[in-house]
C-alpha cells in the first residue's frame, strides 16, 4: 500500500467495525424510527452509507455494481425513499464494497493517487483527495449511526 494513504485505509477498517457493531442487534423497525422529522433514520443513513463507499470505488476507478442502487434511484434524501432495503441487503452491499476498497488501496500507487478521480466532486479533486473527503464523510455518519442505535433503545455501539 502506499505509505500515504495507509492511515486512511486504517481509519476505514474501523468505521468497517464501527457500521457494523452500529447495526447489530438493531431490528428493521428500530433502524426505521426517526429521531424527528427532519432527521434520517438509521436505515436510511446506513444505505447511503454502503452506496458512499462505491462511490468511493468509482471515484478510484474500481466501479463495481451496487446492489442498493435500485433502492437510491432518483433519491435525494429519505423522503424519496419509496422502498426499503433490508438490513442484511445493507450489511451485504456494505461488504462487498469494503472487500473491493481495501483491494483497490492495496494496489493504488501514488501516481494514481494524483491523477484526477472518476466522480463528480466540487473541485476537479486528485484521487487522493477524493479519499481524504470520503474517509471524513464515512466517519462522520457512521458517528449518526452510533446515535441513532442509541436512540432506537439499543446499548451504545461498541469499538470491541
Known amino acids: 500500500m502506499e505509505p500515504t494513504i495507509a492511515?486512511?485505509?486504517?481509519?476505514?477498517?474501523?468505521?468497517?467495525?464501527?457500521?457494523?457493531?452500529?447495526?447489530?442487534?438493531?431490528?428493521?423497525?428500530q433502524?426505521?424510527?426517526?429521531?424527528?422529522?427532519?432527521?434520517?433514520?438509521?436505515?436510511?443513513?446506513?444505505?447511503?452509507?454502503?452506496?458512499?463507499?462505491?462511490?468511493?470505488?468509482?471515484?478510484?476507478?474500481?466501479?463495481?455494481?451496487?446492489?442498493?442502487?435500485?433502492?437510491?434511484?432518483?433519491?435525494?434524501?429519505?423522503?424519496?425513499?419509496?422502498?426499503?432495503?433490508?438490513?442484511?441487503e445493507i450489511q451485504s452491499a456494505w461488504t462487498d464494497a469494503s472487500r473491493a476498497l481495501r483491494a483497490r488501496l492495496d494496489a493504488l500507487t501514488a501516481?494514481?493517487?494524483?491523477?484526477p478521480s472518476g466522480a463528480r466532486f466540487p473541485a476537479p479533486w486528485s484521487m487522493r483527495e477524493a479519499l481524504v473527503f470520503m474517509v471524513q464523510h464515512d466517519s462522520y455518519?457512521?458517528?449518526?449511526?452510533?446515535?441513532l442505535r442509541s436512540h432506537a433503545g439499543l446499548p451504545a455501539m461498541s469499538y470491541e
Not at 111 to 115: M, R, T, V
Request: glycine fraction near 8%; include cysteine.
Open 7 to 29: 492511515a486512511l485505509a486504517d481509519m476505514l477498517r474501523l468505521n468497517t467495525k464501527l457500521f457494523r457493531n452500529c447495526l447489530d442487534g438493531m431490528s428493521e423497525e
Open 31 to 88: 433502524a426505521r424510527l426517526r429521531p424527528s422529522g427532519t432527521t434520517n433514520n438509521a436505515a436510511f443513513v446506513a444505505t447511503h452509507l454502503a452506496d458512499s463507499r462505491h462511490y468511493l470505488l468509482k471515484a478510484l476507478g474500481a466501479e463495481r455494481a451496487n446492489a442498493l442502487a435500485s433502492y437510491l434511484e432518483g433519491v435525494r434524501g429519505i423522503e424519496g425513499m419509496t422502498r426499503w432495503p433490508t438490513l442484511d
Open 111 to 115: 501516481a494514481e493517487l494524483d491523477s
Open 141 to 147: 455518519h457512521v458517528g449518526q449511526l452510533s446515535l
